[in-house]
């Protein structure tokens, strides 16, 4: 027979990072992992090289042309703009569900159990693929759908034990909560029911194979991938011990700037002789920001609150907006495809909204194993490691992928390469699921009742803020400090030593918290509360973002009284630039001598990273260029993938805080000034920029995991925008320090304001929309709004929801035929 078609090789993009090649397959009849032979008796067919590759665009175009078909009929069936009656077993009675011209859903339902059924309904309409590759990738099932590049993330997953802990946080759930998420099920799999996994879903026509039930676990699951996305502190300690070995004792430790005594209590944690070779907390791209405004400072005289969490880029949104009312809940915002309930929003008492509190939440033990490699060395003995083997299906394999899965005393086994063993010990791990934390922060009816909700959630780690309708505002950390035993948690810990593993929590009690402070504001940005003289501690550890979005945020929210809902959009959106101005402060007698015309530009540069701006362009060129020149030359002299230097540690250079000996090109025999340096980088940058602006280069591209496909990729994918901001501007659209370009890769994921003294007046923007159908009029109807930094309305009352209605959907219970 003939052998089966493929499409060209494309990347797979998902919104928790992962990134890999995969060659489409046909989806075949037979199950994926089913061999197909060749038939002897088929006559083979000799076709010239020019007749198959017609052949193939003549395959190519009728399958793009089918699956638009049927998308734009899958559309045109889904698109909430009239109005429908469906008929659905899984109901106790009618629920009514209003679309707005955002395709936002209203759900008004006669129990809890129904309001979270039609919130799984409106959710799989619209987020269906979504929905499936979170949920595959969460239990390590991607590859069974996306063939063989898909293996490296199921065997990660698998590794750190997501599956296995999901089952567990599942089974752990109480009473109301799973209630909740058994009717989100429900709800879920009603909707595929009714119109079917590929009408829901037309990705999965193409890809072919078959959909699974939707369960409690695949909710739980994909809470964990979102946690996973979500921490760094393991990578952190992974460059930290790559650049010790690198730089050396000495050199490494003041680049991070750690004292003689945090040197010596970490080193000793570690296993580490002070005079031994092994860095600095790597700050992660982006961030986000939370602010509570008190009625002292507003111009309602009630609270306003505001938040707008930065995640990776998406395609479709990693949020969705909708509404909920039932018996005892009533609640608006920001919901996660999969899960039920808001995150982040309001009730009739209460607004809130997150940032993650950078919290270390993963250590990571270096093991001794045996020679057979199925016992670790623990206090002198071998002890037993815990082993079990899972079977991976991968598309287009007929036999399934094997792996051996370990877990030791301080966690799973995560890395095995040569003779580096790591496990890893995780909050999310050793924690119950938070779905119950969020449904209770849902009913919550003021700031104190708002922070009891997480007393026992052990992760993740977040900045909670709060204002209720009484007047008060609350900053709250939220998630449990693990109770490290010998370990510190910032470089790899020894695994011989069993007191060296975690102990337990520290107290809820002992959180930082704010509440009604006399300034009349509290805020966060993932910046370090205990530097910041936000709370006296004890302090915890943490991988804290540099403080100039926070710095930024309180300065602004300090300086004026009369906020409204108008202005804190204006500083959500706010595009300066503090860490350039704080260098450029620092390099005006270097950019006064060197006196070329870039110099000029740069000393006359306002520092905002407006997408217009030429300036911006040439100040981000010069800092990558800076950095390089920096200590790009260390890093390639001693094996470092990337320049250890970045903005921090520029300042500290500039400051004298940092050796001198790095402006030295260590790869040339003379030794460079810091002038030399600074003009050979700023001539390069120049050379670089050009007369082009800020926003050619800083592009926003909504890439769908199937956006590389011919054809087909053009239709799925959104933009490319010129986008203004930057990682240290309150809009923080971040770009990687060492990539080639300035592309955003991070971005303000939502943008939420609350004004307490109306609740009608809270706005919401995503940066595409609601539906995750490319046809449909709300897959990116936001997305300029959301460029120019403007929301759209929340109706909450009545009166406002049947005004900003355009569609109604009823849902009602399926009536028994007749016989049953």
Not at 72 to 85: F, G, I, K, M, Y
Not at 797 to 808: I, N
Request: hydrophobic letters at 45%.
């Amino acid at each position: 027979m003939l052998s089966s078609p493929r499409w060209p090789p494309c990347t797979i993009r998902l919104a928790q990072g992962d990134e890999y090649t995969l060659l489409l397959l046909p989806a075949p009849a037979a199950p994926y992992n089913a061999a197909m032979p060749n038939d002897p008796q088929t006559p083979r067919t000799r076709l010239t090289r020019r007749s198959l590759v017609r052949l193939a665009l003549l395959l190519l175009v009728l399958l793009a042309v089918a699956v638009l078909v049927g998308w734009r009929l899958a559309a045109r069936s889904l698109r909430p703009d009239r109005d429908e009656v469906f008929e659905t077993s899984g109901l106790a009675a009618e629920v009514t569900i209003a679309y707005d011209r955002w395709g936002v859903p209203h759900v008004r339902a006669a129990s809890l159990a129904d309001a979270c059924f039609a919130q799984g309904w409106v959710h799989a309409r619209d987020r269906f693929f979504q929905l499936e590759l979170a949920r595959r990738a969460a239990a390590g099932r991607l590859a069974e759908l996306l063939g063989e590049a898909a293996l490296p993330s199921d065997v990660r997953c698998r590794r750190w034990g997501l599956p296995a802990t999901a089952a567990a946080q599942a089974a752990q759930l109480d009473g109301d909560t799973a209630l909740a998420v058994n009717a989100y099920a429900a709800g879920v799999n009603a909707a595929v029911a009714r119109f079917g996994a590929a009408g829901l879903a037309p990705e999965l026509a193409l890809l072919g194979g078959s959909v699974a039930a939707w369960t409690v676990q695949d909710t739980v699951g994909i809470g964990l991938l979102l946690e996973r996305s979500l921490t760094w502190a393991a990578e952190d300690e992974l460059r930290r011990a790559a650049e010790l070995r690198a730089l050396g004792t000495e050199r490494a430790v003041a680049l991070w700037g750690w004292s003689e005594e945090q040197r010596a209590a970490w080193f000793k944690a570690a296993g580490v002789a002070s005079g031994q070779p092994g860095a600095a907390p790597s700050v992660p791209a982006g961030g986000s920001n939370n602010w509570a405004v008190s009625g002292q400072r507003s111009a309602s005289g009630y609270p306003l609150l505001a938040n707008d969490p930065h995640v990776g880029i998406a395609n479709p949104a990693t949020w969705y907006e909708v509404h909920l009312q039932a018996p005892g809940l009533a609640v608006a915002g920001a919901s996660i495809p999969g899960a039920p309930g808001v995150v982040i929003g309001h009730n009739e008492a209460l607004a809130w909204g997150f940032t993650m509190s950078m919290l270390d939440d993963q250590d990571l033990f270096r093991l001794t194993l045996s020679p057979d490699g199925r016992s670790e060395l623990v206090d002198g003995t071998w002890r037993a490691l815990q082993l079990h083997e899972e079977t991976i299906p991968v598309r287009g394999r007929a036999v399934p992928e094997k792996l051996q899965v370990a877990s030791s005393l301080f966690g799973p086994v995560v890395r095995q390469e040569g003779e580096e063993v790591l496990a890893l010990a995780w909050t999310a791990l050793r924690g119950r699921s938070p779905l119950p934390c969020f449904l209770r922060l849902d009913r919550a009816g003021s700031v104190e009742e708002g922070a009891r909700a997480f007393a026992d959630c052990e992760a993740p780690g977040m900045n909670l803020v709060m204002a209720d309708r009484q007047g008060r505002i609350r900053w709250q950390v939220v998630g449990l400090v693990p109770l490290r035993g010998r370990s510190a948690g910032r470089l790899p810990s020894p695994g011989t030593d069993s007191l060296a593993a975690w102990q337990g929590w520290e107290p809820f009690q002992r959180n930082p918290y704010l509440q009604d402070p006399q300034a009349g504001f509290v805020a966060s940005a993932n910046h370090d509360p205990f530097a910041e003289g936000d709370f006296e501690g004890p302090p915890f550890s943490g991988g804290f973002a540099p403080p100039w979005r926070i710095r930024t945020i309180k300065g602004a929210l300090a300086a004026r009284e009369g906020w409204d809902v108008d202005a804190c959009l204006a500083l959500q959106n706010d595009v300066g630039n503090p860490e350039a101005r704080a260098l450029l402060q620092l390099l005006a007698p270097l950019l006064d001598a060197i006196g070329t015309a870039p110099a000029r530009q740069l000393h006359g540069w306002d520092g905002r990273m407006d997408a217009q701006s030429r300036e911006a362009l040439l100040w981000a060129e010069f800092l990558r260029e800076l950095q390089r020149r920096v200590g790009g030359d260390e890093a390639a002299a001693a094996g470092l993938a990337a320049s250890p230097i970045g903005g921090q540690e520029l300042l500290r250079l500039l400051s004298g805080s940092l050796d001198a000996r790095w402006w030295d090109d260590v790869s040339t025999p003379a030794v460079e000034s810091a002038r030399q340096v600074v003009a050979a980088a700023l001539a390069a940058a120049a050379a670089r920029a050009g007369h082009h602006r800020w926003g050619e280069r800083h592009r926003l591209l909504f890439a769908h995991p199937l956006g590389q496909l011919p054809l087909l990729g053009g239709l799925l994918n959104w933009g490319p925008y010129p986008a203004s901001g930057a990682a240290p501007c309150c809009n923080a659209t971040a770009y990687r320090a060492a990539s080639a370009t300035f592309d955003v890769v991070w971005l303000p994921s939502l943008r939420f304001v609350a004004d307490l003294a109306d609740w009608d007046r809270a706005v919401f923007t995503l940066p595409l929309g609601q539906s995750g159908h490319f046809l449909s009029r709300h897959a990116a109807d936001q997305v300029g709004d959301w460029l120019a930094g403007r929301a759209h309305p929340m109706a909450w009352s009545p009166a406002a929801v049947a005004a900003a209605t355009v569609a109604r959907s009823q849902l009602r219970p399926a009536t028994a035929s007749p016989g049953e």
